[in-house]
């Protein structure tokens, strides 16, 4: 469903991405893991074109898109087929939690308000928010105010979710109940590709993952032996350091 | 006090208050409401980098912030004729107030725009919106909200500020003020009393804001 192909990306001297190609399959969870700075978050943006990747090659669908050729219409076709979370939420400020779910299809799909209204409220039910409709998100706290964001991009009915370590601003008593939300659309067939450092997550709901380092994919493979044999010493080391951090596992205080 | 200056204070306080109602008031409003949308105009130009654009505005608060006002005053209503363009007092104040207050109230919302997070536009982006979409509909709102209490202040120091259009015969309630002083030689009491009225003025508009500040507590709070 989703092909990258050798994507390249430079931020002045320092090159983030050096060639990086994955493909995700319909219905699939691929959870990509990575040391902090080896161009995770660089690699989703690029991808839903917040940055212009400097080479390579992104095929959704069948089509392809040049980074940096992509015309604007290109891009808001792409992204029609795409949801993203990020890891500070992002919920519009000035809006209800309602709202935050709802613009994105009354004002870019112009789907009818009351229709728009109909699915948000789904949406915000599916996330377990429906009595959170009303608030703005100063009036909610993190885990639920990424359950929003989830709605969100559920809300536009993508083929595919991007999500950036959409825990790892939260405390730990709040990543839980965003995880299972997660797991829920995993569970329903939802195609995901998720930046985690939540090893518990990836182990038991992604089916692919991908192990990154200083811009470039180190190993890849189906989640079962890549956490039973990884074949790299490099990744060995690093489940070594992040095995043992905070998971979905009850935090002994 | 005598009696003799307690029925001047009551006889004029009508005759101060009208041109407030009449003048003042107008020239505030209509002056701001153009300078509402000259902020918001050279603020967005900036924010959005047109280059030629940005650079006139830059120019344009340049000059306006860095002379006084009341030398602008005089250059539309005394110099101006001088080209052959002759403006009634109250338009050339209307003029001049809008263009000034323009200016500054540009710089306010130039850095209430930036201070909205690049990540809500992201997030606009990504559910499908279009620039323009994502600026009408989240950067600026927010923006206002950030905006509202610096642009109330500049509000209230815009009533007091148009006493200065007394110097271009405009007659509100400052020039009114200074006709009774004429045939009354009271300037101590008369002056306070105009001072008091403009008090009032400021504290209903301060009340105003209070209350405009609250409505919009949740409208793109800063927290997250
Ligand atoms: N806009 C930018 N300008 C310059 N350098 C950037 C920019 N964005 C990211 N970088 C750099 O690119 C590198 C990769 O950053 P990135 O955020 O993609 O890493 P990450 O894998 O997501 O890390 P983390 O796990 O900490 O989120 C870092 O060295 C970062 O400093
Ligand atoms: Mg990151």
Redesign the interface.
Same mark, same amino acid.
């Given at each position: 469903m989703l092909e990258v192909k050798n994507l390249r990306k430079r931020f002045g001297e320092l090159e983030v991405l050096k060639g990086v190609s994955l493909s995700v399959n319909n219905g699939d969870v691929v959870a990509i893991l990575g040391p902090s700075g080896s161009g995770k978050t660089t690699l989703l943006r690029c991808i839903?074109f917040?940055e212009t990747a400097d080479g390579g090659e992104l095929v959704l669908d069948g089509e392809s898109f040049a980074p940096g050729k992509a015309k604007r219409s290109d891009i808001?076709r792409f992204?029609?087929k795409?949801?993203?979370v990020?890891q500070? &939420?992002?919920?519009?400020?000035?809006?209800t939690a309602l709202q935050n779910v709802t613009?994105?299809l009354i004002? /870019?799909?112009k789907t009818p308000r009351a229709r728009a209204e109909e699915i948000g409220r789904k949406m915000l039910e599916k996330v377990g928010l429906s009595d959170r409709a009303d608030h &703005?998100?100063?009036?909610l706290s993190g885990g639920q105010q990424q359950r929003v964001a989830i709605a969100?991009a559920l /809300?536009?009915d993508p083929e595919i979710i991007l999500f950036d370590e959409p825990t790892s601003a939260l405390d730990p008593e709040l990543i839980g109940e965003v995880l299972a939300v997660m797991r829920q659309l995993a569970e329903e067939g939802m195609t995901m590709l998720v930046v985690t450092h939540e090893l518990s997550f990836a182990k038991s709901v992604a089916d692919q993952v991908v192990f990154m380092e200083a811009g470039q994919v180190v190993e890849a493979g189906p989640a079962g032996p890549f956490f039973m044999f990884p074949r790299e010493e490099r990744t060995r080391a690093f489940l070594r350091t992040i095995s043992g951090e905070s998971g979905e596992q009850p935090v002994d205080r | 006090m005598s009696e003799r200056l307690w029925n001047i204070l009551v006889d004029s306080f009508g005759k101060i208050l009208l041109p407030g109602l009449t003048m003042t008031i107008p020239l505030t409003v209509i002056a701001f409401s153009f300078a509402m949308v000259i902020a918001i105009a050279v603020a967005l130009v900036q924010y959005a980098n047109i280059r030629v654009l940005k650079q006139i505005a830059r120019f344009y608060i340049w000059v306006i912030r860095g002379t006084p006002l009341l030398v602008q005053l005089y250059v539309i209503f005394y110099g101006l004729p001088g080209v052959g363009i002759v403006l009634d007092p109250f338009p050339a104040a209307v003029i001049v107030f809008s263009i000034n207050e323009g200016a500054y109230c540009a710089e306010t919302m130039r850095a209430a725009l930036e201070s909205v997070?690049v990540?809500?536009l992201?997030?606009?982006?990504?559910?499908?919106?279009?620039y323009l979409?994502v600026m009408r509909?989240?950067v600026l709102?927010?923006a206002f909200?950030t905006a509202f209490p610096p642009l109330s202040n500049s509000l209230i120091a815009m009533v007091k500020d148009t006493s200065l259009a007394a110097n271009i015969t405009v007659m509100e309630m400052f020039m009114a003020t200074q006709r009774i002083v004429a045939s009354t030689y009271e300037p101590l009491a008369l002056y306070v009393e105009v001072g008091l009225i403009y008090l009032l003025f400021s504290t209903v508009l301060t009340k105003v804001q209070r209350i405009g500040e609250k409505r919009l507590a949740?409208?793109?709070?800063?927290?997250?």
């Open positions: 839903n917040l808001a992204r029609r795409t949801a993203f990020f500070n &939420y992002n919920l519009f400020r000035n809006k613009e994105g004002v /870019a799909r &703005y998100p100063s009036q969100r /809300a536009t | 997070p990540g809500q992201e997030a606009g982006y990504c559910v499908g919106m279009s979409q509909r989240i709102p927010q909200r949740h409208y793109g709070a800063q927290k997250e």
